[in-house]
């Protein structure tokens, strides 16, 4: 009985010292958010996610994981697996911003594959410690180099997340005076422009000792661009150990590696002269822009015929032809929900009685789609074997290469358009249940490495704008879930299929639907090297290498077709972008 009531005693202190606190953290978290969000907008999470005060209600002295994710729940009404997501997504992208001081929870990072966050970004104003850098400039034909020390002051971080507000937070319009107020006299200037960093260079030749006796020039700027892109080697050119390289400073002639892919991660631009830094050879070069191609073309060892005669059969299919089949000799499994042939052989016929012409005979159990029920013994068939001629035509890449809005079937689906929520939202309104979910598709993109326009466009297609029955949200196992790329869904079991599937990956939301089928697509296809909407629906190399159809996304021969007008029409909402094309070539 003492012993009862000595544990009730040191349960009653210990709550008496740590629920005051608790509660006095959560209603500071409350008066950063009041002070985070402008007064006359109703405030949103998105609106948070914007600023520095997330992270600080994230680190507040008192506050563990599981209350502030608690206290997001309650002031934003989100729910607890979307909030977690989107937490981890800040996280990942606000990390390289922040020093290594006072890091976030470790057990919260852990869970998203992080090891920390860094320090406290909540003044905008506060400048990253000075870093200097060498960086040896030459021209490219000359072997005297010019060396120059940058000391770099970056006014506030920068990150894609912030990318929108930076030409706001930098000064554009203040004078070079104001702007010097802040730079030591040993600095060089910075100036941010939009993801790109200018550093004003000093014009001796020799390494500057002391930067205050040289005088800055514009004639020397430098613009420092961070975003990652991907080029093509043109096999002409060398690859060099800085950017300006002359002889002494090449590594390797580019001929052997025509075509290459090659992953930039650094762009330094002076007047019209363009460098690129990036791993090719397993090493890190520089390579002249010239020497670089924004399209490549990938050589295949087989012919368009070929290829299509392959491809023939019922992983390739129409919806365009007039085709009917007798009713008596078609059954219905109720268990599967399919259509299937009873007979040995079966004529397909051009029109609905014997009098027409057969086009295609189909086996004992083949299934088959068709268009309502039976007119006067006939049904007409919906999804049908193409012919060679037609699977010919979608095939081939000339047909399509030179037209604006059918050259986004090459468009390589693992670079990020940059669009915001912004557009993506006015875009979705009224489209059913993806409407409101421009947010779902960045986060998607950004966690899965898909272009977040492609799985929007994508998504669209699928549903019918936001109104199919499985993304309407249907009940299955008594839960509602939804399924936003008919993942699961086969042509003879489009329903059930698509709503079990949808059931055992745990999607009962738009949300959840959307980010955890962009897993699916990133991994299965982009991530395998089928990173175009070509490749997705053809993938040639299997075609070569199985002598049959294998990993293709869609049986319907005009399924890349069809999914690029969504992606046009976004794209040009835009406005200004760089497509990066992989077009596929027959060499046999």
């Known amino acids: ?53 997330l992270y600080t209600i994230m680190k507040s002295e008192g506050l563990s994981e599981e209350q502030y994710i608690s206290f997001f729940m309650d002031q934003f009404g989100l729910e607890e697996m979307e909030l977690r997501e989107r937490l981890a997504v800040y996280i990942q992208e606000n990390l390289p911003l922040h020093q290594e001081e006072d ?24 400048s990253i410690e000075e870093t200097k850098k060498e960086i040896i400039d030459e021209d490219g034909g000359g072997d005297e180099k010019e060396q120059r020390t940058e000391d770099v002051t970056l006014e506030e971080p920068i990150s894609e997340a912030f990318e929108e507000d930076v030409g706001n937070t930098t000064g554009e319009n203040a004078t070079e005076e104001e702007t010097n107020e802040n730079v030591s006299e ?29 005088e800055v020039t514009s004639e020397h700027s430098v613009q420092i661009e ?12 060398a690859a060099f150990n800085i950017a300006w390289g002359g002889s002494e400073n090449k590594l390797f002639d580019l001929s052997s590696h025509k075509s290459a892919r090659f992953d930039v991660h650094l762009t ?31 050589p295949y060892n087989i012919s368009l015929e070929e290829a299509a005669q392959r491809q023939h059969g019922v992983y390739a299919v129409t919806d365009t032809y007039r085709q009917f089949v007798s009713a008596e ?26 009098a027409y012409a057969v086009v295609d005979r189909l086996t004992r159990d083949t299934r088959v789609t068709v268009r309502g029920n039976p007119q006067n013994g006939w049904y007409q068939l919906h999804w049908v074997r193409a012919s060679v001629e037609d699977i010919a035509y979608y095939m081939n890449p000339n047909n399509f290469i030179h037209d604006e809005r059918q050259q986004f079937q090459f468009l390589d689906l693992a670079q990020s358009s940059g669009v915001t929520v912004e557009v993506l939202n006015q875009y979705l309104e009224g489209k059913g249940t993806l409407s409101g979910q421009g947010q779902a598709f960045i986060d998607a993109g950004r966690m899965h490495g898909v272009n977040e326009i492609y799985l929007l466009s994508h998504a669209l297609l699928e549903t019918g704008h936001g109104t199919s029955f499985l993304a309407s949200g249907n009940v299955y ?28 990956e745990g999607w009962d939301s738009p949300y959840k639907a ?45 399924w890349a077709f069809k999914q690029v007008n969504n992606m046009y029409n976004l794209y040009q909402e835009i406005g200004s972008y760089n497509l990066v094309l992989e077009i596929p070539r027959f060499d046999g």
Request: proline share 2%.
């Open 268 to 298: 330094e631009q002076k007047g019209e002269e363009v460098w690129y830094q990036g791993m090719l050879n397993e090493q890190e070069v520089w390579i002249n822009e010239k020497h670089l191609n924004d399209h490549t073309y990938i």
């Open 226 to 237: 961070r975003t990652s892109k991907v080029r093509y080697i043109s096999g002409q050119g």
């Open 103 to 126: 890091p976030l929870e470790e057990d919260f990072i852990s869970n998203e594959e992080n090891d920390s966050i860094s320090d406290d970004m909540s003044d905008t104003d506060q």
């Open 1 to 53: 009985m003492k012993k009862i009531g000595l544990v009730l005693l040191i349960l009653l202190f210990t709550s008496n010292l740590t629920l005051p606190y608790v509660t006095q953290a959560m209603q500071e978290g409350t008066h950063v958010i009041e002070q985070c969000l402008t007064q006359d907008e109703e405030g949103s999470f998105e609106q948070l996610l914007t600023s520095d005060c």
């Open 329 to 354: 000799y078609i059954s219905y499994n109720s268990t599967g929900n399919y259509y299937y042939v009873n007979a040995d052989v079966l004529n397909v016929r051009s029109g609905p009685s014997t």
């Open 514 to 558: 959307i980010v955890g089928g962009a897993s699916y697509i990133g991994n299965s296809y982009v991530k395998a090297g089928q990173n175009t909407l070509y490749k997705m629906r053809w993938n040639i190399d299997g075609l070569i290498e199985n002598g049959r159809p294998t990993h293709q996304y869609a049986t319907d021969v005009g």
């Open 477 to 504: 196992n008594g839960t509602i879930v939804y399924n936003m790329f008919g993942i699961g869904a086969v042509d003879a079991c489009p329903n059930e299929c698509g709503l079990e599937r949808a059931y055992n």
């Open 186 to 214: 040993n600095d060089t200037k910075v100036g941010n422009i939009g993801n790109q960093v200018e550093v004003k260079v000093p014009e001796d030749d020799k390494i500057a000792d002391d930067l205050s006796e040289k």
